[in-house]
């Protein structure tokens, strides 16, 4: 009698943790599709600062495993757990009757509650050593799987340990029948099917499928290909001219002017053009709420940086390190070494010649539908989105432009 209370007991806890980690997941796989599929979201909640960010976090190609958002894996995970609650009972049920083969729910709770705890631990450690970013919601699933564990091996014989060694148990049992076997592997099968798929086609993580358009680049810390001055390729009057509207603030808009940099080097008579389009309502008047702040500020000191002739390399600075005041703009541009008159630049980007340029490649873009950030322009030919780079270079080969001959890459 006593035994039966502490299950029960137990099983209420868990079940409330349960419940708590469903809905924490709920949450984060909705932060993870409003980062990753709806340029216009807002901030979640929980994206406080550069650090504190699970919106950069979901955007990046961590978050993911086989193409499936680790949100998603989450909440299969509790649930299952939940699943495994209620067994008991639903094995009673006469076509739930194969639900026979798990005998020892409370060993399956704290197996899983370990493993995941102990892959929680490297997600954390990837999140703050790797990407340098730290999302709240996640702590709150790793402290719940801990807790989980926990209490469901607390009174089982070997603990932890035990907990395993019955669950493997308990595994090869339940595959000694013939009909469980076979169910086993057709449900294998079409997992490994599902995964292949989702890891393949990238569907559900646009970070994996940019990651593969764009590793290179992505994995690129500093701009290898950075030039000086205010021209970026070809000064010939007939050069192929590629102009790129972009935002300071917007991410693959770095990755977008990595590219160009590189453009540069691979053909002969390509010139690149930046034009400003920051997605920020401080100077943007098509915008109606607050999105990429700090990016107009951005601009206004790229555009007075090139009339002291240093436009690329400001640029680079700008890109290398989002800063979305202008106190700290000047502070990266004064660390960054390169030789400019602040007290010029600042009364440069202050001036209302620098926001009528803005304005003007702001309302160029509106008026020929560009409202996302990369837009790319060659001639007539628009391209809203970046191209991964040898669809970019097929581009610009079929608009003129011709490749430098290299015997050595």
């Given at each position: 009698?006593?035994?039966?209370?502490?299950?029960l007991?137990?099983?209420?806890?868990?079940?409330?943790?349960?419940?708590?980690?469903?809905?924490?997941?709920?949450?984060?796989?909705?932060?993870?599709?409003?980062?990753?599929?709806?340029?216009?979201?807002?901030?979640?909640?929980?994206?406080?600062?550069?650090?504190?960010?699970?919106?950069?976090?979901?955007?990046?190609?961590?978050?993911?495993?086989?193409?499936?958002?680790?949100?998603?894996?989450?909440?299969?995970l509790?649930?299952?757990?939940?699943?495994?609650?209620?067994?008991?009972?639903?094995?009673?049920?006469?076509?739930?009757?194969?639900?026979?083969?798990?005998?020892?729910?409370?060993?399956?709770?704290?197996?899983?509650?370990?493993?995941?705890?102990?892959?929680?631990?490297?997600?954390?450690?990837?999140?703050?050593?790797?990407?340098?970013?730290?999302?709240?919601?996640?702590?709150?699933?790793?402290?719940?799987?801990?807790?989980?564990?926990?209490?469901?091996?607390?009174?089982?014989?070997?603990?932890?340990i035990?907990?395993?060694?019955?669950?493997?148990?308990?595994?090869?049992?339940?595959?000694?029948?013939?009909?469980?076997?076979?169910?086993?592997?057709?449900?294998?099968?079409?997992?490994t099917?599902?995964?292949?798929?989702?890891?393949?086609?990238?569907?559900?993580?646009?970070?994996?499928?940019?990651?593969?358009?764009?590793?290179?680049?992505?994995?690129?810390?500093?701009?290898?290909?950075?030039?000086?001055?205010?021209?970026?390729?070809?000064?010939?009057?007939?050069?192929?001219?590629?102009?790129v509207?972009?935002?300071?603030?917007?991410?693959?808009?770095?990755?977008?002017?990595?590219?160009?940099?590189?453009?540069?080097?691979?053909?002969?008579?390509?010139?690149?053009?930046?034009?400003?389009?920051?997605?920020?309502?401080?100077?943007?008047?098509?915008?109606?709420?607050?999105?990429?702040?700090?990016?107009?500020?951005s601009?206004?000191?790229?555009?007075?940086?090139?009339?002291?002739g240093?436009?690329?390399?400001?640029?680079?600075v700008?890109?290398?390190?989002?800063?979305?005041?202008?106190?700290?703009?000047?502070?990266?541009?004064?660390?960054?070494?390169?030789?400019?008159?602040?007290?010029?630049?600042?009364?440069?980007?202050?001036?209302?010649?620098?926001?009528?340029?803005?304005?003007?490649?702001?309302?160029?873009?509106?008026s020929?539908?560009?409202?996302?950030?990369?837009?790319?322009?060659?001639?007539?030919?628009?391209?809203?989105?970046?191209?991964?780079?040898?669809?970019?270079?097929?581009?610009?080969?079929?608009?003129?432009?011709?490749?430098?001959?290299?015997?050595?890459?």
């Amino acid at each position: 009698m006593e035994e039966n209370k502490k299950h029960l007991w137990k099983t209420i806890i868990i079940a409330f943790l349960v419940l708590i980690g469903i809905g924490v997941t709920i949450d984060l796989a909705y932060i993870y599709f409003q980062a990753n599929f709806n340029e216009h979201a807002l901030p979640s909640f929980c994206s406080i600062n550069d650090f504190i960010d699970c919106d950069g976090v979901a955007r990046t190609v961590e978050s993911q495993f086989l193409g499936v958002p680790l949100a998603y894996w989450g909440l299969f995970l509790y649930l299952f757990m939940g699943l495994m609650l209620m067994v008991d009972g639903l094995k009673k049920i006469p076509f739930l009757k194969f639900m026979e083969v798990f005998k020892n729910k409370f060993h399956y709770i704290a197996a899983l509650g370990l493993i995941s705890f102990i892959i929680s631990m490297t997600l954390f450690a990837v999140s703050y050593f790797e990407i340098k970013k730290l999302c709240v919601m996640c702590l709150v699933t790793y402290l719940l799987n801990f807790l989980i564990g926990l209490i469901a091996a607390a009174g089982l014989k070997g603990h932890f340990i035990g907990a395993i060694r019955q669950s493997w148990i308990d595994f090869v049992d339940a595959l000694k029948p013939i009909p469980y076997r076979i169910a086993f592997i057709i449900v294998v099968a079409l997992a490994t099917g599902f995964l292949s798929w989702t890891f393949t086609s990238a569907k559900f993580s646009p970070a994996l499928k940019g990651y593969r358009a764009f590793g290179e680049f992505l994995n690129m810390k500093t701009n290898i290909y950075a030039v000086e001055g205010n021209v970026l390729g070809s000064k010939d009057k007939d050069a192929v001219v590629l102009e790129v509207y972009s935002d300071y603030m917007c991410p693959i808009c770095s990755t977008a002017n990595l590219m160009v940099h590189k453009v540069v080097t691979d053909f002969k008579n390509v010139r690149v053009e930046h034009h400003n389009m920051p997605l920020d309502k401080a100077c943007n008047k098509y915008m109606t709420e607050d999105f990429h702040i700090g990016s107009c500020i951005s601009a206004k000191y790229g555009l007075a940086a090139e009339k002291q002739g240093k436009f690329w390399e400001v640029e680079n600075v700008l890109f290398e390190k989002p800063a979305s005041t202008e106190q700290d703009i000047l502070k990266n541009l004064k660390e960054s070494g390169i030789k400019l008159n602040f007290d010029q630049l600042k009364k440069d980007a202050n001036s209302k010649e620098v926001a009528d340029v803005i304005n003007k490649d702001i309302d160029f873009a509106f008026s020929k539908g560009m409202v996302g950030t990369p837009s790319l322009k060659i001639g007539n030919d628009f391209q809203m989105g970046v191209k991964p780079y040898p669809e970019l270079k097929q581009w610009l080969i079929e608009n003129g432009a011709k490749p430098k001959i290299k015997l050595f890459r």
